[in-house]
Structures are given as structure tokens and as C-alpha cells.
């Protein structure tokens, strides 16, 4: 039997990122569903199956961290989400589990966590005013405080610039006056960590522990590893922070935490809406080229982060030269086992080089159509990981006769637009299945196997996929999401997958 101490979670919440990490305790969660007549007897099944039967799981899990939280419209999605895999409780109430991560301050990805830690609540109206107008008298919604809803542990998020960004919106300041109150709390206060360029807290980077995956003495640390941030990533060849040089100034996108998170051999990738070149110079080529056309990112906004990164994540995660038991052990310098693809999918980002650096063999995308629809995935990112499209990976400072193998084996949409005001949504998809809120999963068992090997490939990682199937409504009749693709089990609480891959450290 195999279990799953470590749960990612990317949330449904159309155009927007919410990226949910869970530590689950096992044993606590097969004691909530063995309790039900007719739970399955499969490890890997408690989840789904107690998520269906609508369990209260609050208390299973063992640490957590909420990676942005969409846009304000999908606030109430990431709180419901939260409530149902167990990390929120029924009520609202401190959660010292709980940790918020703001990948960098821009709507679609930061305004919805305030709807996890805050809510609204009615207060009693004022009196009313004697009046001697006569008419219609115009409505007032009614009178509402906002009180703590569910307060995180700790939030991290990137340290402003002294600069003012044109994109600084209400919502930003008000979330910086909640993270104020919060961290001024009487009793357990909420720890802010504002962190530095290159995710740099003090003279390093900043390490985010979030307990042990597995049981027993052969359990391993789940560590996130932050490695860029504020427009500058971590060099660890200097122990210095290489800046993201943008020629046009402050953009938030470039300010992107970076995160690798790493359990044993296993790692998973997200950098939230960093950018790379899009065109020749990330080593896209004919159809996985960037079009310039119309693009302001092009000449005038995004830097191309991805260029510093790939060397930052080859010197900070180098490949392993001797395997050795009782370590973590790749291939290859830099490289991950699932990618969250970069800005839902933008052809500025997920460049090949970057591709040939991390070599994942599971890719997901985060996009939708709401609240405004940006054109994601693009057709030339899609082109980008599909093997049938792009066999080989061109590597950075490499000629061109000189690649690496293609090693995606699944990519995974959460949604996608059908047609947009009646204009149809074309994009190829290829290979790539839709599936609403796409959680990953890695065995315990293979993760502590491939940790005891004493050489490669006398063990490999076995990593599981499954989705929901469910999507967010569109608001108009000409606005439409593509349907889910088709689920492949017998079982309810599988409406997509479990896909299963069998992982080679590339």
C-alpha cells in the first residue's frame, strides 16, 4: 500500500494562482475515514474519497502554506477549498498550521487571500436621520466590519521597492494594513517576513520548514526553498543576489517569489509570473517562439528573470555526482519534478532553456477567463512542453546541435477558455488534459526508497495526479469554459485520474 504525506494543490480560480502545499498527517486521516461504512482500504484513496463524502478534515493535516489566493472574486473558492481538504476549521479561528505566501502584488494573484483572513460581518445600522426631502430615497447596502476570519501563522511576501509602482492598487493597500493588524495581534500574533531580493532573509535564503512527510525515523523534511524574490535571485556560487535588471522600470511580475519546494528527491517548481524571453534568446524557435506583435511586454515591461535564474537553480541545486544512501539524489543540476508553468502560460515565460534546465516530467497551468481573459495557456508554451511538437530542448550557452530530451509526460490545465464574447478560443492544447483543481501527489514509500539507493535508477519516484473536473462559472452567454476532459475511473471520488507516473530524476 502507498501513502502521501505531501499534497499539492493547484486551485481552480480561473485567471489567477492559488497554490495550496499540505503536509497531511496519515494516520490522523485514515482514522477520520475508516469510521465510514465503505471507505476504501487504499491509502492513496482517504483523500479524495473523505473530500467527497464532505469529512471534516480539520485536524489531519500537519503544516500548510496557501501560495496566493487568486483575485478577489475567487477569495470565497480558496476559503471553501481550505475548509474542505481539512487546513481551515468550520469556524473561523487562528490556524498556527497555516502559512500565506504572496508571490508578488498583483490582483489576480493576492487579492483573493483576503477573504481567507478576514470576512465580513454585519453591524447594527445608525439610527435613522429625520429628513424633510421628499422622493425616492436611495439604497444603502447595509453596515459591515471586517473581523479576522482565519489568521495564518505567518505570511511572507516580497519586499516592497522605494520606487511606486503604477500597479500599486487599493486592494495591495489595504492588505498591507491587515498584515499590520495581524502581526499586532494580542495573543499568537501573525509572523510577517517581508523578504529581500533574492528571497534573501538576513545574509541567506530564506528555508521554510514544513515538518516531516512519512512516518517513524526514515521520515524526510519538506523544505521550501526560496530563492528569488523582489526582482533578484540567489546566487550560490557568490552567496550574493544577482539583480533583475529592467531597463523600464518596477514591474511586479519580475518581483515573483521563487520557491523549489523538495521532499527527498522529489521537487516541485513555482515562480509565479517571472518572465523569460519569449523569443531566440530563451531558445524558442519557429512555432515556440513569442510573437511581438502588439506585445508591450516585449520592448517595455518584463525583464527576462529566467535568463539569471536557470544558473542560480544549477548552483543552488547541483547534480549528484556519487549517489549516496541516506540523500537526495538528480540527475541533473537545477532540475524538478513538477513545474507550475510561470504566468498561466504567457509566451514570455517557460522558455526552452528554462525547460532544459528544470526538466520536469509534470507540468501544470493555472489559467481561465475570468475576471479578464488574457489569452492563456498560449499556443507557443503549449508547443514548449509537448513532445510531440518539441522532441528537444535547447540548452543555454550551448550550440544549437547541442539539446536535451523533452521529459514532460503530462500537462495538466485547470480550465480554458471555449470562446470569449463569441470569438473562439483556438489554441491547441496537444496533449494537455483539462481537469479543474489538479492535485499532485509523490508516495512516501518511493521517496524514502529512492533515498536509500545506493546508486541511480535502483529506484524511482511514483508520483500521482488527479483532478476535480470542476469549473467556474462564466458570466455572460458568449463567454464559455472548454469542458473538462473525460475522467478514466469507476470511482466518484476520482472525477479525473489518478494519473500515475513513474519518475526519473533527469
Not at 177 to 188: C, E, I, R, S, Y
Not at 239 to 262: F, H
Not at 270 to 299: E, P, R, Y
Amino acid at each position: 500500500m502507498a501513502n502521501a504525506s505531501l499534497e499539492i494543490h493547484v486551485i481552480n480560480i480561473s485567471q489567477g494562482d492559488a497554490i495550496l502545499v499540505v503536509n497531511r498527517d496519515v494516520p490522523k486521516l485514515q482514522a477520520k475515514v475508516s469510521a465510514v461504512t465503505g471507505a476504501p482500504t487504499e491509502p492513496m484513496d482517504f483523500l479524495p474519497f473523505a473530500v467527497e463524502q464532505k469529512l471534516d478534515l480539520h485536524g489531519t493535516v500537519t503544516k500548510a502554506l496557501l501560495i496566493d489566493g487568486g483575485d478577489g472574486d475567487y477569495g470565497g473558492f480558496v476559503e471553501d477549498y481550505l475548509r474542505q481538504v481539512g487546513v481551515a476549521p468550520a469556524a473561523s479561528d487562528y490556524v498556527p498550521e497555516l502559512s500565506l505566501m504572496i508571490s508578488h502584488h498583483h490582483a489576480d494573484h493576492a487579492a483573493g487571500l483576503r477573504s481567507v483572513y478576514k470576512k465580513a460581518v454585519p453591524v447594527p445600522p445608525p439610527p435613522p436621520k429625520p429628513t424633510k426631502k421628499k422622493g425616492k430615497k436611495k439604497a444603502v447596502p447595509p453596515p459591515v466590519k471586517m473581523v479576522d476570519h482565519y489568521r495564518p501563522a505567518a505570511v511572507y511576501r516580497p519586499k516592497d521597492d522605494s520606487r511606486k509602482p503604477s500597479d500599486r492598487e487599493l486592494y495591495y493597500k489595504v492588505l498591507l494594513k491587515d498584515l499590520d493588524a495581524a502581526a499586532a495581534a494580542t495573543v499568537t500574533p501573525t509572523q510577517i517576513h517581508v523578504l529581500d531580493k533574492g528571497g534573501v532573509t538576513g545574509a541567506a535564503p530564506t528555508k521554510i520548514d514544513l515538518g516531516k512527510g512519512g512516518t517513524g525515523p526514515k521520515a524526510l523534511p519538506i523544505t521550501v526553498h526560496v530563492i528569488g524574490s523582489a526582482q533578484g535571485v540567489w546566487d550560490a556560487v557568490t552567496s550574493k543576489v544577482v539583480d533583475i535588471d529592467n531597463p523600464a522600470g518596477l514591474d511586479q511580475n519580475d518581483r515573483s517569489m521563487i520557491v523549489m519546494i523538495e521532499y527527498g528527491s522529489f521537487r516541485f517548481f513555482a515562480a509565479g509570473d517571472i518572465a523569460g524571453n519569449g523569443q531566440a534568446a530563451g531558445g524558442n524557435t519557429g512555432a515556440n517562439a513569442a510573437s511581438t506583435a502588439g506585445k508591450k511586454w516585449f520592448s517595455s515591461s518584463h525583464a527576462d528573470v529566467e535568463s539569471r535564474l536557470g544558473p542560480a537553480l544549477e548552483a543552488y541545486f547541483p547534480r549528484t555526482v556519487t549517489p549516496a544512501a541516506g540523500s537526495p539524489q538528480q540527475k541533473s543540476a537545477g532540475c524538478c519534478t513538477v513545474l507550475k508553468v510561470s504566468h498561466h502560460g504567457s509566451n514570455s515565460s517557460t522558455d526552452v532553456y528554462s525547460l532544459a534546465t528544470l526538466r520536469p516530467e509534470i507540468a501544470l497551468i493555472s489559467s481561465g477567463l475570468r475576471p479578464k481573459f488574457h489569452g492563456h495557456p498560449t499556443q507557443a508554451v503549449l508547443n514548449r512542453l509537448a513532445q510531440s511538437q518539441t522532441a528537444d530542448w535547447g540548452i543555454r550557452g550551448q550550440p544549437a546541435t547541442v539539446t536535451t530530451p523533452n521529459t514532460v509526460s503530462g500537462v495538466y490545465i485547470t480550465e480554458i477558455a471555449e470562446q470569449v464574447n463569441s470569438t473562439a478560443f483556438t489554441v491547441d492544447i496537444r496533449e494537455a488534459v483539462i481537469v479543474g483543481d489538479i492535485v499532485v501527489r509523490p508516495t512516501d514509500e518511493s521517496v524514502r526508497a529512492v533515498q536509500d539507493e545506493a546508486a541511480f535508477d535502483q529506484a524511482a519516484l511514483d508520483v500521482r495526479v488527479y483532478g476535480t473536473r470542476v469549473a467556474t462559472a462564466a458570466t455572460k452567454a458568449t463567454t464559455t469554459v472548454r469542458a473538462a476532459s473525460a475522467g478514466t475511473s469507476a470511482l466518484t471520488y476520482y472525477p479525473y485520474g489518478p494519473d500515475e507516473f513513474t519518475v526519473d530524476r533527469h
